[in-house]
């Protein structure tokens, strides 16, 4: 069955970067892409991003152009995302989840990381 | 961007009540090429990550209790959720996936009177 397993939740200082992962199984890492979405507390949901880890095609809202850096790890199957010069707006619950099918609705999520900006 | 302006906000109700969702995309979600709507409806409690139960605008989900119906097309959307138990106490968004950017209605939470 279809899994997506994310990292632990992060306390970083402001200015600083994070790196969070996903790691998936149960299908063919390199033949979907793998989205991210941004949930502050209490507030909706946002579409960052998606990267095709079978030839590393990425694609960004253009909210978070120079906010994320999305990446993956073809031997690992293990999608990440890199967030640079936290503030706190960039205090947040962060999803990763994977398409049905190319421009599909989500289908399979993981189960978020914490990130939590402060001094 | 595609506007989701989805309503209302809240909605207070007892079990065994019906409620309805309502989701508005400020452009058209039917795809000419498959005349399927790329509108999604998602089922979030606190502390999950969301559920899907609906896509291409009314396909349940495998699993998804039959009371969970979506209906709607173009640019109008709902959610109609009949005899309400206490596990549907929830947060629910609607996904547009037509276009990028993705984008989500602000939410709907539904709560117990």
């Known amino acids: 069955q279809v899994q997506l397993q994310q990292s632990g939740a992060e306390l970083v200082k402001p200015g600083s970067s994070v790196k969070i992962s996903c790691k998936a199984s149960?299908?063919?890492?390199?033949?979907?892409?793998m989205h991210w979405i941004k949930q502050q507390p209490g507030n909706g949901l946002e579409w960052i991003g998606w990267?095709?880890?079978?030839?590393?095609?990425?694609k960004y809202n253009q909210k978070f152009n120079g906010k994320a850096t999305l990446t993956a790890d073809k031997s690992s199957s293990t999608a990440y995302m890199q967030l640079s010069s936290l503030t706190s707006e960039d205090s947040a619950v962060y999803f990763c989840?994977?398409?049905?099918?190319?421009?599909?609705?989500?289908?399979?999520w993981g189960q978020g990381t914490l990130v939590t900006v402060s001094s | 961007d595609i506007v989701m302006t989805q309503s209302p906000f809240s909605l207070a109700v007892s079990e065994g009540e019906m409620v309805t969702i309502n989701c508005k995309s400020s452009q058209s979600l039917l795809s000419s090429g498959n005349q399927k709507n790329y509108l999604a409806w998602y089922q979030q409690k606190p502390g999950q990550s969301p559920k899907l139960l609906i896509y291409?605008?009314?396909t349940r989900q495998s699993g998804v209790p039959d009371r969970f119906i979506g209906s709607g097309s173009g640019t109008d959307f709902t959610l109609t959720i009949s005899d309400v138990q206490a596990e549907d106490l929830a947060d629910y968004y609607c996904?547009?996936?037509?276009?990028?950017?993705?984008?989500f209605g602000a939410g709907t939470k539904l709560e117990l009177k």
């Open positions: 996904l547009q996936h037509y276009s990028y950017p993705y984008t």
């Open positions: 989840a994977r398409p049905w099918t190319t421009r599909g609705w989500f289908a399979y």
């Open positions: 291409y605008a009314s």
């Open positions: 990267i095709y880890p079978g030839n590393g095609n990425t």
């Open positions: 149960g299908y063919t890492f390199t033949s979907y892409d």
